[in-house]
């Protein structure tokens, strides 16, 4: 077998973890062929071709100078390699792709997460982060092994048969100039197979350990990313999806959900202390609408209060119903639909009223759930603040979609809306929290002068049944 290795590395900050890369290639039992891509000359010795020039003048278009190679060299070799500088693949990583590909229809590829070490040796799933996540329907027998999909496209790697590369050249997708999408310039290069090539990237569950990739600076643990432990939970979650002893729901099953800020859809929400400084005393019963990890019911399960909820999907519920969360497995409405006898002391509406499009009637059915007394806990981002119209009025990219609810639109919700939508549903507002996100840039720091009320990038409101 004879492979061609692409790696982007620019400048010199990575050149140890590009050693560590070039020493693990040099011992696999392959032939194979380096090139490193760079922006500037670099002797990594006699057996590695150093590829300099930048496709664009935007440094971080280097990624995309594989791109004519590997189109140049399709006829050459039996398997492509792209990788950045700090993402290791070993030849285990390499035999196993092969093996799996061999049972996949032919526009499916499987692919890589990453994961990085901590100093105590524990791992971290970086790629499992913001709105990444499984699919549950997703789970797909395919000879003697389990598949499934997680969404995240990016692994900073990816490895293509000749006869996928041709397809994907053929495509037109493939050979592109650079160009940022969902994903910023450096990512959109090792995405665009699954992305614009008409390939689909699933996970090979059942050999888990063989399609996780170190990433080498492990400098995303504490800032993203998902405990290994809490991560294994949901593959076991899939298997049993695969096994027929889990039902595969998604709360939201026909939504294409933002997955960048600022409206992103986090599935990984920590735990919020303010919400549950907010559940009333007294309250027992609690329902949550849209939760994913749950950490803020899993902390109100560990305070003795009855939970339950309508995860958003029937994977990344799994710790908080380890923690004693009851969780009703359904499409949203439907959920609602079979709890629509029962009654609880608070409902919480996290994030999720701006994803649907009449969040009047989500209202309208969470109050129908309160118990005499009971309480509407909402928090959502702020579609209202002088950022959000000023982006309309810029047209930034961001903001298009906002107005109207189709395809992968939002439905703005601002305080006033919400106001109106309380009062339909019967509803007497008790408390309005307005925060807003850290500043960054000056712009950012010259609107956090303005009063919350005009520049508050989100907001909670705490309303009660009208007595």
Known sequence: MKIIVAIANYGTKNLKYLELLLAEYRRMPFQIDIVVLSNEPKDLGSKVKVLVGLPAKNPWSLPFAHKSLFAQHVKDYDLFIYSEDDTLITEKNIRAFLESTGHLPGN???????????????????????????RPESVKQAGPHTFARFTNDHSACYILTREQLERAIASGGFLVPPYESDYDMLCSAATDPYTRCGFTKVINISRMEDFLLPHLPNKYIGVMGTEYSVFITQVEALRQIAAGIRPATSALPNRQLPGTPPWLKNFYESCSQELIDLVPKGARSILSLGIGTGATESELARRDYEVTAIPLDSVICVPAEAAGVKMVHDELMQGLETLRYRRFDCVMVCSLLYLQQEPETLVLKAASLLADGGCLLIREPNFGNVQTYAGRLLRNKRHQGLGGFSGDC????????????????????????????????STEKALQLLPLRLSATEIIILARRRS
Do not use: K, N
């Open 108 to 134: 499916q590829i499987p692919g890589f997460l990453r994961y990085e070490t901590s100093p105590d040796g524990s791992r971290h799933i970086s790629s499992a982060h913001g709105g990444f996540h499984w």
């Open 410 to 441: 939002l439905t703005p919700v601002t305080e006033g809306r919400l106001r109106c939508w309380l009062d339909s549903a019967g509803l007497v507002l008790s408390r309005v929290i307005r925060t807003a996100e850290a500043a960054v840039s």
